[in-house]
């Protein structure tokens, strides 16, 4: 039976935290309302407006009708949409697919979490909460813009845990302005010493896509970019919190993500595993096995076109072989599983085994068996190896 995933894009925030590429905008709460209605008008006629923007929709799944399994409701700071928004959604889901789910998760930032909301969205069926602590020195989340406070984690966790909630990851971000040695350890075993089930760790990215970004590029201080930790430092965050969390008895299963055991986040492996999945909202990806397909960024054009009957999907690709091998080494490899050689062998019609071979006499993958995995610590240069990897890729005779 063919199984999916559901994600769903809520593109608000409070405010612009300095370091964010995401395309999210800061807006009036009134336009919840609308967007969230936009939302659940574009899940009951997805198959309808998926079959109108050129999208195989026989490609999702092998059985008649896909079961959804898991739910992703991210964005964004979804957790300041109203409870009921959220629980409209899931019901438009739930009218719409056959539904046995086994991870609903809603992103939440600590300074919007309150009894009445998260027992709401327990009692709708969100079993998972991944929580966006980011920082517990207050010095760095103020500089990065953030909402909230180290208190506001301990005020929001123990809400969290009364309202039912079983299954919570916090994000932590490794490269802050502001951060140091000292503080990154604060940050990770507070969160460490608050056990929660899944961790995830995330290098601050520079790209122009963010005001600290482009203050990297073009210099000045108002986003405190002179403060931000070296390239050499974030390494040694990335490689002691991999140290720690292993010996706190979380396994690391891939390269951002570390859980207890049991808690690996289902949902985020189906994108690992290419496996499909639909998004719904502005910006939403969506993947059937041969092809990717993507909503239009912007809210109001988004909530614009699906109040009109219209697709809001702007670009639907066509994946070629090429392309498909190419994600199954970037994605394959970021999981500890790792990559199965002789399944790439069968299924494209080439080899891996001279540069892996290369690649693990130089240290930087393992090869058991069929089976080429990235070396754990050899993770945060992650890439460079996979980008190495491809070029080295042979086709069989
Ligand atoms: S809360 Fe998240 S999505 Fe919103 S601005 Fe901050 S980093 Fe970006």
């Not at 056959?98 to 009445?116: K, N, Y």
């Not at 970019?225 to 919190?241: C, K, N, Q, T, V």
Request: one cysteine or more.
């Amino acid at each position: 039976m063919g199984t999916l995933g559901v994600y769903i894009q809520v593109p608000f925030c409070q405010t612009k935290c300095t370091y964010c590429n995401f395309r999210t905008g800061v807006v009036s709460p009134r336009r919840f309302t609308p967007y969230s209605e936009a939302v659940c008008r574009e899940i009951l006629e997805h198959r309808c407006l998926l079959e109108t923007s050129g999208v195989r929709t026989s490609a999702l799944s092998a059985a008649a009708e896909p079961m959804v399994d898991t739910v992703y409701v991210g964005g964004g700071t979804p957790s300041l949409l109203e409870p009921h928004l959220l629980a409209e959604m899931l019901q438009a889901l739930r009218e719409s697919f056959r539904c046995e789910w086994s991870e609903v998760t809603l992103e939440a930032d600590p300074e919007t979490i309150e009894a009445e909301n998260a027992a709401a969205w327990a009692a709708t069926g969100f079993t998972r909460i991944s929580f966006g602590s980011q920082s517990f020195v207050d010095e760095e989340l103020r500089a990065a813009g953030r909402m909230h406070r180290r208190e506001d984690i301990y005020r929001a966790v123990p809400i969290l845990r009364a309202a039912g909630i079983r299954n919570i990851s916090f994000d932590l971000i490794a490269g802050l302005p502001k951060q140091t040695n000292a503080s990154w350890r604060q940050s990770l075993g507070e969160t460490i010493a608050l056990a929660p089930e899944h961790i995830s760790i995330y290098m601050m990215e520079i790209d122009e896509g963010s005001r600290l970004g482009l203050e990297v590029l073009q210099g000045g201080a108002r986003y405190s970019a002179p403060a931000l930790p070296s390239e050499e430092a974030m390494a040694e965050f990335y490689e002691f919190a991999q140290a720690q969390l292993k010996a706190a008895g979380y396994l690391q299963y891939e390269i951002s993500n570390w859980a207890k055991p049991g808690f690996e986040s289902r949902h985020n492996q189906k994108y690992w595993r290419r496996e499909p999945y639909l998004g719904f909202g502005a910006g939403a990806h969506s993947f059937s096995g041969s092809q990717r397909w993507a909503n239009c960024h912007d809210a109001a054009a988004y909530v614009a076109a699906i109040t009109k009957g219209n697709s809001a999907i702007e670009t639907v690709d066509e994946l070629t072989p090429s392309m498909t091998l190419e994600e199954e080494l970037f994605l394959g490899l970021r999981q500890s599983e790792g990559l199965n050689l002789l399944r790439i062998e069968r299924q494209y019609g080439v080899s891996v085994a001279e540069k892996s071979a290369q690649l693990a006499r130089a240290g930087m993958v393992e090869v058991q068996g069929d089976v080429l995995r990235l070396r754990p610590e050899k993770l945060s240069v992650s890439n460079e190896i996979i980008v190495e990897l491809l070029r080295g890729v042979q086709a069989i005779a």
